[in-house]
């Protein structure tokens, strides 16, 4: 098997350097890992260790380690730790020390002794509450000065909370579908390195996965529902709200209401002024249902500098073309794989550490069919015919390809371009609004991109861009013919 | 991790010496490695002034997600223990330390904890949850009261100001806890005894002050105690009991149903959307099936079957492969069905 792979491998890297037809399967492979025996695999969190270890935190406690083979049915499983509840977010710190965000606190778990499992426990970091909901996990990423970011999970209000609870109750934070009955539930906090918490950022219903990229920009996405019309992805920054209300009552500096969430239900103007918007607004049946942890590209890989975003409730993961316009980030997303063998599920994500390989961890409980594991996908080398970019101009998009385009794309009547608002309310996600459809031309174009100047192109507004399927003139196949710019703002440049 | 000798690992599967929690809903560990297992966990009827340290939730109004706001009703919050830590030595010891009050909560014998409400049902794949407060399993022989039992120089540790939870260590697989008062620091572990219905306290304080356990009797102590705590049967837990008993079906117990497996957290019962389609106002009404030209009405057979097959006709809008089919006795599925015709009728 493993040479037959091998050997996969080889005619893949000769396609790119020939004319050959490159397709999905000389590019990606996905393999399922083969979990320890007899465990529920509900992959709450994953990490790489700078040896290469790869850690997994399962839901029900357990955190196994093992250094990845190349049969994917060969990991040799350890026991490190035991004893976490619901552990969302893994940090390692180092071979024999990790760190994880469980329901009620941040944990640090270390191998002392060094006979191979964990025997010292010690909170690292706390102060957020807890309900007795079960929809209040939480995840972490690194803060790059040893400390972190802590994103904070809401309840559910098909949960109850228990009488009794870790830190203070607020009655209006209770109210309402997803809520925020206790302290921080929809925020993200900051951890220093000694693990003092700072509340940083507010208005989350469910940040599953947070990340800052290697630049030192946050990122979180959400889950449509209420107060979150589609399924964003944030841009994170200290002292924003990002829509979801309830999470307001523990903002000293939120005076307008002691109900936050009665407040902007009935004052929809006001709230789209003090909220902001997503970077990007993924449609939730096309795109990305419930998305999970955000993690950039890695050099090694192509699409390197581009964002990944899993989907927690769809067999895909969506990629993300960001940028910064103006000091406002926004993007287009498309899928990087849309099934594929591919499960629901995923909220994890790792990059090895050449790039190569990606893995992501999977659970769906509570509600559903299990959709869990663990799944690897290796960059074969060969580079698929998709989309490679998609530029904001300041009339219309920059469509670059990865690899020369057919003359068929080069007309515009092909290129079709609608536009919607969407407004996140009380609902349990919105409809899009405000539907238009735009004309098309084309601009200029070369062998492997076009411009469109877009009739009507607006901020505030989900482009919707679709084109046909097609082959590049070497016979690939084309990956993806869908994708949506969030347009939050249109660059202002000196006309031609 | 403990290593076991040579021999006996020869005679057990590879993982034996890896007590990992499993699809099993009655985890237990043993005595040379007990089980450490945190999730929110059962309060056996502990009185308030054991919470010193939490706050009380209160009832809230009923809130309707369609139309987004209060609707008359209210919703109780439930007993359960949020930030607790449950340990288990087979049999001969169950307890539960709690890191919000960094104190002794209860202790029992004869097993553990029923994971089924929050794991699931083997039966039903094991996954879906319909409450997240596991039941106990054995007998309840001591549990906490009043003021916390540690007493330096005769005063509880609990007028010495805020208890805060450090962490804990393993000691041969043994936890012991780690808390502080002020500068004082504390650790208790707690280990089974060979009297019945009772456990041994092992207690530490860096303070030079005596060292008591409120109500045992034990010599001046100073830095260490060692004492045995001697309860007596307070009551006997079965572990979750799972029998519906539904010999005639009706809407009322549909409605139980609806609730117990989970539905409600998918479909809403007032038309809203949810992640999956609502059953208010379905039954007797269209719906728009993908891959059909035609809708199919949502009569007694489509009902049953999107019970049993969710994936027979999946609704326009709505994923595939998202509701696992339930496989339930004949009344069950009737009153499922009579529950949601119930909801086609105005109130």
């Known amino acids: 098997m493993t040479s037959l792979f091998l050997k996969l491998g080889v005619i893949g890297i000769l396609a790119t350097q020939t004319l050959y037809a490159v397709k999905f399967n000389d590019c990606y492979r996905i393999e399922d890992i083969k979990l320890p025996a007899g465990a529920p695999p509900e992959v709450g969190a994953i990490d790489i260790a700078s040896d290469g270890t790869l850690f997994i935190v399962l839901r029900r406690g357990d955190v196994f380690r093992a250094k990845p083979t190349r049969d994917p049915a060969a990991f040799d499983w350890q026991l490190f730790a035991s004893g976490f509840d619901n552990g969302c977010g893994l940090d390692i710190v180092s071979p024999t020390k990790i760190r994880i965000t469980q329901m009620a606190e941040m944990t640090e778990a270390e191998d002392s002794d060094g006979d191979g499992s964990a025997d010292r426990f010690t909170r690292f970091a706390h102060g957020w509450g807890l309900s007795g909901n079960y929809h209040e996990t939480n995840a972490l990423t690194r803060d790059g000065k040893g400390g972190y970011f802590i994103a904070v999970g809401t309840a559910s209000f098909s949960g109850p909370t228990f009488k009794h609870t870790l830190g203070t109750f607020s009655d209006a934070g209770r109210r309402g579908r997803n809520y925020s009955a206790v302290k921080w539930k929809g925020w993200v906090l900051h951890s220093d390195a000694h693990g003092k918490i700072t509340p940083w950022a507010s208005g989350f219903r469910m940040a599953n996965g947070i990340y800052q990229d290697p630049r030192g920009e946050l990122w979180a996405g959400d889950n449509q529902g209420d107060w979150k019309a589609i399924t964003p992805l944030y841009h994170v920054e200290k002292g924003k709200f990002y829509g979801h209300p309830n999470s307001l009552v523990w903002d000293p500096a939120f005076t307008k209401s002691k109900d936050p969430l009665a407040y902007y239900r009935s004052r929809l103007d006001e709230y789209n002024r003090d909220r902001t918007p997503p970077a990007v607004e993924m449609p939730h049946m096309e795109i990305n249902r419930s998305a999970g942890e955000p993690m950039e590209i890695p050099i090694g890989s192509h699409f390197a500098g581009q964002m990944i975003l899993p989907d927690n409730n769809g067999e895909r993961v969506t990629r993300l073309m960001l940028e910064e316009i103006e000091g406002v980030w926004q993007g287009a997303c498309t899928h990087l794989i849309d099934g594929r063998g591919l499960r629901s599920g995923n909220h994890r994500a790792r990059f090895t550490a050449d790039g190569k390989q990606l893995f992501l961890g999977q659970t769906v409980r509570g509600w559903g069919i299990p959709a869990e594991g663990l799944q690897r996908v290796t960059f074969l080398g060969p580079v698929p015919f998709d989309i490679d970019r998609i530029r904001i101009t300041r009339d219309g998009f920059k469509v670059s390809f990865t690899h020369p385009i057919p003359d068929s794309l080069k007309d515009a009547q092909v290129w079709k371009l609608s536009s919607c608002t969407y407004q996140p309310k009380w609902t349990y996600g919105s409809e899009p609004e405000n539907h238009r459809e735009h004309a098309v031309r084309i601009a200029s174009s070369d062998e492997k991109s076009l411009t469109l100047k877009v009739d009507g192109l607006a901020s505030g507004r989900v482009f919707r861009i679709h084109f046909p399927k097609c082959d590049s003139p070497d016979g690939s196949p084309l990956q993806n013919n869908l994708a949506f710019y969030t347009v939050n703002r249109i660059p202002i440049t000196k006309p031609d | ?347």
């Open chain 2, 1 to 347: 991790m403990r290593k076991l000798p040579i021999l006996l690992c020869l005679a057990l599967p590879l993982f034996a010496d890896e007590p990992r929690l499993t699809f099993d809903n009655r985890p237990m560990g043993s005595i040379a490695k007990p089980l450490v297992l945190r999730s929110y966990l059962p309060d056996p009827g502990l009185e308030d002034s054991v919470f010193s340290q939490h706050d009380h939730a209160r009832k809230v109004s009923k809130y309707n997600p369609g139309l987004g706001s209060d609707v008359p009703g209210e919703i109780q919050p439930v007993p359960g223990l949020a930030a607790a830590i449950g340990v288990n030595f087979g049999p001969s010891l169950s307890y539960v330390f709690d890191t919000t009050e960094c104190r002794l909560l209860y202790t029992w014998q004869g097993g553990f904890v029923d994971m089924t409400p929050y794991w699931g049902d083997p039966d039903k794949g094991s996954r879906v949850s319909f409450d997240y407060v596991p039941r106990l399993v054995g007998t309840l022989f001591w549990q906490a009261s009043g003021p916390d039992p540690i007493e330096l120089d005769g005063k509880s540790i609990q007028q010495l100001g805020p208890r805060v939870f450090t962490g804990y260590r393993l000691e041969n697989d043994t936890p012991i806890f780690e808390f502080a008062t002020g500068s004082t620091r504390f650790t208790l572990s707690i280990t089974p005894s060979n009297k019945p219905l009772s456990c041994d306290l092992t207690l530490t304080s860096s303070s030079a002050a005596a060292l008591s356990w409120r109500g045992i009797d034990s010599p001046p102590a100073t830095g260490k105690l060692t004492v045995t705590l001697v309860g007596s049967d307070l009551s006997k837990f079965q572990g979750y009991q799972r029998d519906n008993k539904i010999t005639t079906a009706s809407a009322a117990a549909g409605e139980t149903l609806f609730n117990q497996y989970g539905c409600a957290a998918c479909h809403s019962i007032d038309g809203s959307k949810s992640h999956g389609p609502s059953v208010g106002k379905l039954a007797g009404h269209p719906v728009e099936i993908e891959g059909l030209d035609q809708p199919v009405l949502a009569d007694r057979a489509y009902l049953l079957e999107s019970i049993k097959a969710p994936n027979a006709k999946i609704v326009k809008g709505y994923p595939p492969n998202y509701m696992p089919p339930f496989g339930l006795p004949e009344a069950e599925y009737d009153s499922l069905i009579l529950y949601i015709q119930s909801l086609d009728k105005p109130e």
